[in-house]
């Protein structure tokens, strides 16, 4: 699976939208990307994924760059709630394991 | 919404002991792993399992740890010999996998302490 690239820390105002960037350079044609976050000490939670479209859930969005060298997961309207350690992890399946680096942890600030 | 569920949420044990952790994944998943979580270091993946047979491990997962599926819902991770080191979070996940493409459904884990 390709190595990814997150800052270790972002802080990000209570109310806008948190850009959270992930660089995947070496990433190959068949691979995933993945968003996960754990807020503290619970079980990480599965956030949304794409390959090379644009993607949105209820959650997040998820925007990849054309040539799927980086992405950003955006969550658009930042809560307290969402103060977490995001992980982007990339992946040729859902069922292959999923190898959690160092994340971005992610405050909102009131 | 499907949860995986861990049993017990806390659990204290003394050095030496043996201890078993138990999950429940969605029924209809057929993938299931393990992952532990040392206080204040990253996730790290212990063991995944599927069609009733381990498919990888890591090299954390020595001969002092086994994983059985006994029945057709419990994911039991069984710990023989317990030592210091491995007090941590312990978390199951599951997957459906196959066509389906989404990402693993994690219970909210075990606290081991070894004392």
């Known amino acids: 699976d390709a190595k990814t690239t997150q800052p270790p820390s972002m802080d990000c105002a209570e109310g806008r939208a948190a850009n959270l960037p992930c660089n995947h350079s070496?990433?190959?044609?068949?691979?995933?990307v993945y968003w996960y976050r754990q807020i503290h000490s619970q079980g990480p939670q599965y956030i949304i994924h794409?390959?090379?479209n644009n993607e949105t859930n209820e959650m997040a969005s998820l925007i990849i760059t054309e040539d799927r060298k980086s992405s950003t997961l955006i969550l658009p309207h930042a809560t307290l709630r969402d103060t977490a350690v995001y992980y982007c992890?990339?992946?040729?399946?859902?069922?292959?394991?999923?190898?959690f680096g160092p994340g971005t942890s992610l405050s909102v600030i009131p | 919404e499907p949860e995986v569920t861990q049993t017990p949420s806390h659990q204290v044990t003394q050095m030496g002991q043996e201890v078993i952790l138990r999950c429940v994944p969605i029924?209809?998943?057929?993938?299931f792993y393990w992952y532990r979580q040392i206080l204040g270091q990253k996730v790290e993946f212990l063991v995944s399992?599927?069609?009733?047979?381990?498919?990888?491990k890591s090299e954390i997962f020595d001969d002092q740890f086994s994983v059985e599926r006994p029945d057709g819902s419990n994911f039991t991770l069984k710990i023989r010999s317990t030592k210091l080191e491995d007090s941590a979070m312990y978390f199951c996940?599951?997957?459906?996998?196959?066509?389906?493409?989404?990402?693993?459904?994690f219970g909210s884990g075990t606290r081991l302490t070894v004392v």
């Open positions: 992890i990339a992946t040729k399946t859902s069922y292959d394991k999923v190898i």
């Open positions: 070496t990433i190959s044609g068949n691979e995933y």
């Open positions: 794409g390959l090379k």
């Open positions: 029924s209809n998943h057929l993938y």
């Open positions: 399992f599927y069609n009733n047979e381990i498919s990888e």
């Open positions: 996940a599951s997957i459906r996998g196959q066509r389906v493409i989404y990402g693993y459904t």
